[in-house]
T-cell receptor, first 115, second 115 residues
């Protein structure tokens, strides 16, 4: 149980284009989903917290207009990297938290390479 | 702001050796504590967690961790490691003052177990 999927698993795009990453909780409902970024050999850094049906809460230093988050249902959240630049290349990981549970379950991550 | 420190960035052990990975956190209030493991090429998996009660918690694969409130520590232990324990281990904390929403990660410890 508590499986989280991400799609795509990796993506290469040209600078200036937008990329959408999906995060799904497959066997549970998640009122809250989280988006992290992991740089090589570093830890996960929380980018934003996404609550179903409301606006995401972004961490300090994360541009909300660049990283658009939508959490339209209890099983799906999307992260759109708009006008991607090479410095946005990274490993993006989502997690989901089941209702009334304080444990997060993580997706497998999406590796983004912007050329 | 909360922070999580993992003292060992890299640990190399032989099979059957005992393991202890250190984790300290900075927040003085009520916390939930987690250890996650990331095997090569795989996503983060929950090893164990502490919310309340017995400060010695047992997780999967023979791992355990002890919460010592006076030391703000949550060290991970395993009496006898196996080659398959080669992975990166992350300690994480969320706190009451953020509604247990925000999970703060340590920088991770890479464990290499030689056969």
């Amino acid at each position: 149980g508590a499986v989280v999927s991400q799609h795509p698993s990796w993506v290469i795009c040209k600078s200036g284009t937008s990329v959408k990453i999906e995060c799904r909780s497959l066997d549970f409902q998640a009122t809250t989903m989280f988006w992290y970024r992991q740089f090589p050999k570093q830890s996960l850094m929380l980018m934003a917290t996404s609550n179903e049906g409301s606006k995401a809460t972004y961490e300090q230093g994360v541009e909300k207009d660049k990283f658009l988050i939508n959490h339209a249902s209890l099983t799906l959240s999307t992260l759109t990297v708009t006008s991607a630049h090479p410095e946005d290349s990274s490993f993006y990981i989502c997690s989901a938290r089941p209702l009334s549970v304080e444990t997060q379950y993580f997706g497998p991550g999406t590796r983004l390479l912007v050329l | 702001a909360q922070s999580v420190s993992q003292h060992n960035h890299h640990v190399i052990l032989s099979e059957a050796a005992s393991l202890e990975l250190g984790c300290n956190y900075s927040y003085g209030g009520t916390v939930n504590l987690f250890w996650y493991v990331q095997y090569p090429g795989q996503h983060l998996q929950l090893l164990l967690k502490y919310f309340s009660g017995d400060p010695l918690v047992k997780g999967i694969k023979g791992f355990e961790a002890e919460f010592i409130k006076s030391k703000f520590s949550f060290n991970l232990r395993k009496p006898s490691v196996q080659w398959s324990d080669t992975a990166e281990y992350f300690c994480a904390v969320n706190a009451l003052n953020t509604g247990f929403q925000k999970l703060v990660f340590g920088t991770g410890t890479r464990l290499l177990v030689s056969p």
